[in-house]
């Protein structure tokens, strides 16, 4: 029913910037919050930022002045634009979508594939 495809993700040396995209598509009536988690082997997945409709915006501390989450509500994606970027940021970055279903009216949750991001010399 839902699709998310994102793309972005690959190498940086430290102190680069890459921007992560997320689509998402099919049958959707309104996009609530979508937002960027990331999650390294052995660790839990981890909130990087989120954003709700309306534009308001939250961000884990360790990212906060580095990294901007927008989205385009036309084109129902969402963007992490990262800076300044630290070999503590490599990780697998994944897109969360929180929607209703076109027809049902069902409140439903979306996780994207995940997108490798590593931050090494």
């Known amino acids: 029913q839902v699709q998310l495809v994102e793309s972005g993700g690959g190498l940086v040396q430290p102190g680069g910037s890459l921007r992560l995209s997320c689509a998402a598509s099919?049958?959707?009536?309104?996009?609530?919050?979508m937002g960027w988690y990331r999650q390294v082997p052995g660790k839990q997945r981890e909130l990087v930022a989120v954003?709700?409709?309306?534009?308001?915006?939250n961000y884990a501390d360790s990212v906060k002045g580095r990294f901007t989450i927008s989205r385009d509500n036309a084109k129902n994606t969402v963007y992490l634009q990262m800076s300044s970027l630290k070999p503590e940021d490599t990780a697998v970055y994944y897109c969360?979508?929180?929607?209703?279903?076109?027809?049902?009216?069902?409140?439903?949750?979306?996780w994207g594939q995940g997108t490798q991001v590593t931050v090494s010399s």
């Open positions: 969360n979508v929180d929607l209703i279903i076109v027809g049902t009216y069902l409140r439903e949750n979306y």
């Open positions: 099919g049958s959707i009536l309104s996009i609530n919050v």
């Open positions: 954003i709700t409709s309306g534009g308001i915006t």
